[in-house]
């Protein structure tokens, strides 16, 4: 591998890709020419070494999702068997250094050293939004859902806050908030425990044509979103501009969610904090090949499918 001259990348390169996010941007709004069509799967490419960790970002992403976040009834019922802890966010809503039910995205630091230099460099965590999700796919009851366009969301009104979604997701992304969601009419005292969440991608915003809140305000104009095609080849060519590495082209299978840094994502993961709440950036590999999961999918799939329709159903006679 070549010497790197330094951690600022091709500059020329990086115009071109703060052109392309607003042209990207611009694609996505019905009407327009080269607009994605209707289902067509979308990503997002970070170029994180412009992140200059300004919070913009999260604060976006809370205001615009703040309608969404859970209102938890309390007391909590009492959990049986009694192992089964409550995880209570509803009095730590300003956390904002790492996932929680009520913060989708935050900022990740990775300082050390590399190649000879010091380097500080700023990730913004979420949902990779995977191509062949294990949350959607081992949800037994069937809450959450790969959509067409390639985004992954949970559907509140369904989720019984069982936990699958984060004990099979390799990065653990999503978040409990107790309190809440359908388990409170079924038995709240031994289904489920709350209401599991995460960031949706901004669903809604972009099923009206717009863009997500994060990459709207971000003055790095450090995301660019589009065609999965189109934003992976743009990926691959800023990599090999800076002579550096993509995450989550082929990190469990493939991601919707492509980061590109001038240090391996190997060193930048040993060098960040790791535990509940804040992921790491180890190679993964395609948990949905193996195959016990893959058992376990055929099995889940038609039983999540009958249990999201009765569920649903319960849902919408409740409202």
Known sequence: MKQKKSFSGNISR????????????????????????????????????????CGQCVQACREVNGHKYPEP??????????????????????????LTPYNWLYIQTSRGHYNGRDFEIHIPRRCLHCQNPPCANLCP????????NGIVRINDRICLGGGKCRDVCPWLIPQRQTGVGMYLDLMPRFAGNGVMYKCDRCYDRIALGKIPACIEVCPMQLQTIGPRESILRQARELAQDLDGYIYGDVENGGTNTFYVSPVPFEVLSDNIVKGPGRPHLEYVENTMARSELLT????????????????????????
């Open 14 to 53: 990086r115009g071109f890709l703060g052109l392309a996010a607003a042209g990207l941007a611009g694609a996505m709004m019905p009407g327009t020419a080269g607009a994605a069509r209707r289902g067509e799967e979308i990503a997002t490419l970070l170029d994180i070494e412009s992140c200059i960790n």
């Open 73 to 98: 009834e309390k007391p909590f019922p009492e959990m049986f068997p009694a192992r089964v802890k409550t995880e209570d966010w509803s009095e730590k809503r300003d956390i904002s250094d790492r």
């Open 141 to 148: 009851w069937g809450a959450a859902v790969r959509e067409t």
């Open 296 to 319: 376990a999918a055929l099995i889940t799939a038609p039983l999540a499918g009958a249990a999201a329709g009765l569920l649903s159903l319960k849902a919408k006679k409740k409202s």
